[in-house]
């Protein structure tokens, strides 16, 4: 059963911008800690940003200023917006829900599948 469901990703240029978006279930999405993760061929999957309940956010010291991450509650979605890219964002990139915000990857609960973003 999926539990969330990213779309997006897509194909661009060095220095142009793309919005993800990731809806999932209300008793996924209310009141958890979002975020956006992303895994590159041949590296480890890392955290770019998450949000809290709280609207409260972090992101990982390479994507600041570049990317912001944002919630609609009325939909039960999260949303990165990325501007500015380079050819090292290119991933496959996650979004994710927990209870509770926590930099430990595997902690998180529920999954996407995953949309590709590819920077050239």
């Known amino acids: 059963h999926v539990q969330l469901v990213e779309s997006g990703g897509g194909s661009v240029q060095a220095g142009g911008s793309l919005r993800l978006s990731c809806g999932g279930l209300r008793n996924v999405v209310m009141n958890s800690c979002m975020g956006w993760f992303r895994q590159a061929p041949g590296k480890e999957r890392e955290g770019v940003a998450h949000?809290?309940?709280?609207?409260?956010?972090v992101y990982v010291d390479s994507v600041k200023g570049r990317f912001t991450i944002s919630t609609d509650m009325s939909n039960y979605s999260v949303y990165l917006d990325m501007t500015g890219l380079k050819p090292e964002d290119t991933a496959t990139y996650y979004c994710?829900?927990?209870?509770?915000?926590?930099?430990?990857?595997?902690?998180?609960?529920?999954w996407g599948q995953g949309t590709q973003v590819t920077v050239s």
């Open positions: 994710a829900a927990h209870p509770y915000c926590s930099h430990v990857i595997d902690r998180w609960t529920y």
């Open positions: 949000i809290g309940s709280d609207d409260s956010s």
